[in-house]
Nanobody, 123 residues
């Protein structure tokens, strides 16, 4: 079982950057693929990006490709989301999630979730 805790959210001006962190518990963190999702009130949860257990493979939503970077440090049991060139439409609650072995763009395929961290991008 994995417990996840996000941090790093906050208020940033358009064009700025933030780094989100997701700290995990558990002894087998490296076997889990990790995903970042975001949700705006009234909208469905949206896939942002994902990374394989070893960190060698990544996947990004078209809306964030080239602006966001997912990475992980298995020794620290932490996954990161570097967000650059932020836009007001990036405003959302960002959550990290874990599932065994392979990643998915479907939030329903993830077994473990953090509580989320708010990212607000102002104009």
């Amino acid at each position: 079982q994995v417990q996840l805790v996000e941090s790093g959210g906050g208020l940033v001006q358009a064009g700025g950057s933030l780094r989100l962190s997701c700290a995990a518990s558990g002894r087998t963190f490296s076997i889990y693929s990790m995903g970042w999702f975001r949700q705006v009130p009234g909208n469905e949860r949206e896939f942002v990006c994902a990374i394989s257990g070893t960190g060698d493979m990544t996947d990004y939503a078209d809306s964030v490709e080239g602006r966001f970077t997912i990475s992980r440090d298995n020794a620290k049991k932490t996954v990161y989301l570097e967000m650059n060139s932020l836009r007001p439409e990036d405003t959302a609650v960002y959550s990290c999630a874990a599932r065994p072995v392979s990643w998915s763009v479907n939030p329903g395929m993830y077994y473990f979730w953090g509580q989320g961290t708010q990212v607000t991008v102002s104009s």
